[in-house]
């Protein structure tokens, strides 16, 4: 069974949480963007390195589906990964 290398800490949940609610799905980022999506871009802001396996955790959702949402922001010129899979991150362009 596989273990990934890091833990979600507490920390990080309560503070994804506490930008979701504050979200004004459309009003921050000006185009149609779905409430996971948005949910997706401030985990980013928070920690620009979170891999899919992360953010499915965060935001309980499935890995796949985050891969989906990531893919689905690259597609809309949202997100731009810097780097290597391993080693790079995440930049948000608008």
């Known amino acids: 069974m596989y273990t990934p290398p890091f833990t979600v800490t507490d920390e990080i949940l309560h503070l994804v949480s506490e930008i979701s609610e504050h979200i004004h799905v459309g009003v921050n980022v000006g185009i149609n963007v779905g409430i996971n999506e948005q949910r997706v871009l401030d ?9 899919a396996v992360k953010i499915g955790q965060l935001l309980g959702i499935t890995t796949r589906q985050a891969e989906r949402l990531l893919a689905s922001l690259r597609e809309k010129n949202l997100i731009h990964r810097v780097g290597a899979n391993k080693n790079g991150h995440w930049e948000i362009i608008k």
């Not at 985990?43 to 891999?51: F, G, T």
């Open 43 to 51: 985990a980013l802001r928070a920690d620009a390195s979170l891999s």
